[in-house]
T-cell receptor
């Protein structure tokens, strides 16, 4: 079975721009979660999607949003990028809510 | 929110040595996972262990849920074991929302 895939793997954007990251879960997995990893704050939960609905949200501003499609693929969007948004963004999928999570390779976003 | 503490923060071992990594958490959990993050940032699943003991080759883990801690044992360490080890927990209706510890950075030398 293929693992979790994320695109793009690397991205460079300018302050004020917006960005969309994509995540394809393991086949059959219905829950997708997103995390941000920075050297200062570590790994932090962004949000969880299940059945195309956001089920949990972390403590991030409204500039961070996401969605899930009927095939369980998910996207996250960050608008009006700030320098502090530079991070590794990780997507994880699980068979169902609360089950073991499997992570993708991440998207490394640099904001200049 | 739930607090997750990992110790030690850093560990340097010679190849062949054994080690124990600890994870303490502040509340009852429904979800506990151990991960190894490689130098490229990939989080690799080691164990899903909200309670009990599991073994996988040279690695084993034990979670004592009633005392709110989990241990990861690495035996006969190899240089490929180097990296950062994370413990992550989830609780109740938000078990999908993993809270990560700050990790243990392990370096295995020849």
């Amino acid at each position: 079975k293929a693992g979790v895939t994320q695109t793009p793997r690397y991205l460079i954007k300018t302050r004020g721009q917006q960005v969309t990251l994509s995540c394809s879960p393991i086949s059959g997995h219905r829950s997708v979660s997103w995390y941000q990893q920075t050297p200062g704050q570590g790994l932090q939960f962004l949000f969880e999607y299940f059945s195309e609905t956001q089920r949990n949200k972390g403590n991030f501003p409204g500039r961070f949003s996401g969605r899930q499609f009927s095939n369980s693929r998910s996207e996250m969007n960050v608008s009006t990028l700030e320098l502090g948004d530079s991070a590794l963004y990780l997507c994880a999928s699980s068979l169902n809510r609360g089950y073991e999570q499997y992570f993708g390779p991440g998207t490394r976003l640099t904001v200049t | 929110g739930i607090q997750v503490e990992q110790s030690p923060p850093d560990l340097i071992l010679q190849e062949g040595a054994n080690s124990t990594l600890r994870c303490n958490f502040s509340d009852s959990v429904n979800n506990l996972q151990w991960f190894h993050q490689n130098p490229w940032g990939q989080l690799i699943n080691l164990f899903y262990i909200p309670s009990g003991t599991k073994q996988n080759g040279r690695l084993s883990a034990t979670t004592v849920a009633t005392e709110r801690y989990s241990l990861l044992y690495i035996s006969s360490s190899q240089t490929t074991d180097s990296g950062v080890y994370f413990c992550a927990v989830g609780l109740g209706g938000t078990a999908s929302k993993l809270t990560f510890g700050t990790g243990t950075r392990l370096q295995v030398t020849l």
